[in-house]
């Protein structure tokens, strides 16, 4: 399997052998492809996601950093942080018997003056592809001299053959702050979409995705994660974004590993934090 650097603007890693394809781009340290041997792609990316250095990608797995929601300042600083939109320097692109292991950092030399979060800070993700499994672990170091807190998300876009079909299991019990009624809540059993669905789950471990149209059940595990965040936008709003092409939310659902609310990480000075999220084709 041989890896070739991509020739899009945006630059990265890709593994695109006749039927395994994992792709990663610089712009963000943006996970766009895992489509195992055999598999249907497990990842989604709108048909009419941007390309731009300046615009998020649609689909894969964003990395939400140093905040996670809307923009600070007054709008003044991007929704969900400026890890997405930034240029990752790539540390390390291997081949492991299983797949493909890929390392990318991020620090002030990369991202300059950030006047909503103005911190010394490193940032490393590492993302392994392998035929059953996609571990992505997002390591935050503050270098700096004074403490620092942070929102953080992996906010995975799985692919599925129809959202409305989908089951997700394992936030039975969970508290959870719905963003589209503003409202806190209990989960009362599996989570099902018949509607715009936008829940933050608090303390939260393993969640099953069952999607029966492709017949497909995955496991999302992780770890130094609080919250789990369930979205699809439904009609109305995915019509309203103009990356999101006709009818495309029927086939995905994020399923995100955060720490975000009140469970922003604080570090002290020379402290990391490593989140991780896994996803195993069961
Ligand atoms: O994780 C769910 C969410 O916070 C939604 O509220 C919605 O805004 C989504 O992220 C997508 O955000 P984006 O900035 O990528 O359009």
Same mark, same amino acid.
């Given at each position: 399997?041989?890896?070739?650097?991509?020739?899009?603007p945006l630059r990265g890693v890709e593994l695109n052998d006749s039927d395994v394809h994992y792709g990663v781009y610089d712009h963000g340290a943006h996970v766009w492809a895992w489509q195992p041997l055999g598999q249907d792609?497990?990842?989604?990316? $709108?048909?009419?996601?941007?390309?731009? *250095?300046?615009k998020p990608i649609r689909g894969g797995v964003p990395v939400c950093f140093p905040w996670f929601g809307p923009g600070r300042e007054g709008n003044l600083q991007p929704a969900h942080g400026f890890a997405r939109l930034a240029d990752w @320097?790539?540390?390390d692109? $291997?081949?492991t018997g299983e797949g493909l292991v890929v390392e990318y950092e991020l620090d002030n030399e990369i991202? =300059?003056?950030?006047?909503?979060?103005?911190?010394?800070y490193r940032a490393r993700l590492r993302v392994a592809f392998g035929p059953r499994d996609l571990d992505l672990e997002l390591t935050v170091e503050n270098t700096g001299d004074e403490a620092f807190s942070y929102e953080e998300a992996l906010h995975t876009y799985l692919s599925v053959g129809d959202v409305r079909h989908v089951r997700v299991t394992g936030l039975e019990g969970a508290r959870y702050l719905d963003k589209? $009624? =503003?409202?806190?809540? *209990?989960q009362v059993g599996e989570v099902e979409i018949t509607s715009?669905?936008? @829940?933050?789950?608090? $303390?939260? *471990?393993?969640?099953?995705v069952d999607d029966p149209t492709p017949g497909r059940k995955l496991r999302i595990s992780k770890r130094g994660s609080?919250?789990?965040?369930?979205?699809?936008?439904w009609v109305a709003k995915s019509a309203a974004m103009p990356d999101f092409g006709d009818d495309e939310w029927t086939g995905m659902l994020c399923i995100e590993a955060a720490n975000a609310l009140d469970d922003a990480v604080r570090l002290e000075p020379g402290a990391s934090h490593t989140m991780a999220q896994r996803i195993t084709i069961l």
């Open positions: 399997m041989a890896h070739e650097i991509t020739t899009n792609p497990v990842l989604w990316v $709108s048909a009419k996601s941007e390309l731009e *250095d300046d @320097r790539l540390v692109a $291997s081949e991202t =300059g003056e950030q006047p909503a979060w103005p911190h010394a589209v $009624s =503003g409202e806190w809540a *209990d715009e669905t936008d @829940r933050v789950y608090l $303390s939260t *471990d393993d969640v099953l609080a919250n789990t965040v369930v979205w699809n936008p």
